[in-house]
């Protein structure tokens, strides 16, 4: 049985969009890794500027707690 050109040149076609499209996957994958490989840095330095804040946080309540016992038991008048 002879083969069939048209048959050949649809499959081919078919292969060819395959391909291109199999391609376009790849690279749309390879944008989107590394999107999220820049949005995981970012976490990761978000990350780090709220911990330096809570410590931030933390050392001026201290201090606030210290002048506050420091006042207690001052008069308001002894200035």
Same mark, same amino acid.
């Given at each position: 049985? $002879?083969?069939? $050109?048209?048959?050949?040149?649809?499959?081919?076609?078919?292969?060819?969009?395959?391909?291109?499209?199999?391609?376009?996957?790849?690279?749309?994958?390879?944008?989107?890794?590394?999107?999220?490989?820049?949005?995981?840095?970012?976490?990761?330095?978000?990350?780090?500027?709220?911990?330096?804040?809570?410590?931030?946080?933390?050392?001026?309540?201290?201090?606030?707690?210290?002048?506050?016992?420091?006042?207690?038991?001052?008069? $308001?008048?002894?200035?």
């Amino acid at each position: 049985m $002879p083969e069939d $050109p048209i048959a050949h040149s649809e499959l081919a076609a078919l292969t060819r969009r395959f391909e291109e499209v199999a391609a376009q996957h790849d690279r749309e994958f390879g944008i989107i890794k590394s999107d999220l490989t820049a949005v995981r840095l970012q976490i990761g330095n978000l990350d780090q500027k709220v911990e330096a804040l809570d410590k931030k946080i933390d050392r001026n309540q201290a201090q606030i707690i210290e002048l506050l016992t420091q006042l207690v038991g001052q008069r $308001p008048d002894a200035g």
